[in-house]
């Protein structure tokens, strides 16, 4: 297999910090999205969505999405379980990564392709598009995460994890979020000082520094 990765892309560190953790090589080559690579053959027709990271297996055939990735690589190593080990865990470790993913990363994913001038012409990923960057996407996709660290505060008071007592993909998820809220002059740590606390404890693990 070889997984199609590019260093600043934060989906694709995503990945990278699964590997670490879980202690796995698989080679890799670099994919310089920023200089539109992935719009060229054999990527173009390879990945349907034009993004980094994708796993090419042995087979020709190709896993995009990151955590889909990371699942499969988990069925292939089990140990240490990064997506729970029981079924209750797994459930957990399911719904911490869904609403981190679509409570936090997205709305600030697009609130980040709406600011950053690099992204100007790229706000949807995976395409080159006339779509303006806007405003709005930006204090929306803050405000949305507002919501959500509102309500992960309270919970993330009473667990060291965001899923229980061991590191998930979920706290992968989250580290990248938060690091996001952070990049967009967020004050984490002013009005959620328990995720302040949990995202320097993740943030110090040697997997995390990408
Ligand atoms: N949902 C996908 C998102 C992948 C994605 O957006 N990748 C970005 C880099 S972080 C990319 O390759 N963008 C290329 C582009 O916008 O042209 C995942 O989790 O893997």
Redesign the pocket.
Known sequence: MKLYD?GP???????RVFLAEKGLEVPTEQLN?RE?H??AEPFNSMNP??????LELDDGRVI??????CRYLEELHPEPALFGATAEERARVDMWQRRFELDGFMPL?HAVRNHVPM?AG?V?????TELPQLPEMVSRGKEMTEVFLGRLEPHMERSEFVAGRTLSVADITGFFALRMATMLGMDVAASWPSVAAWFARVSARPAFQV
């Open positions: 590019f892309a934060v989906n694709a560190q995503r990945v999205v539109d992935q719009f969505f034009h993004c980094v990271p994708f995009a999405e990151s955590v889909s990735i994913l992204f790229r949807v990923p995976g395409t080159r």
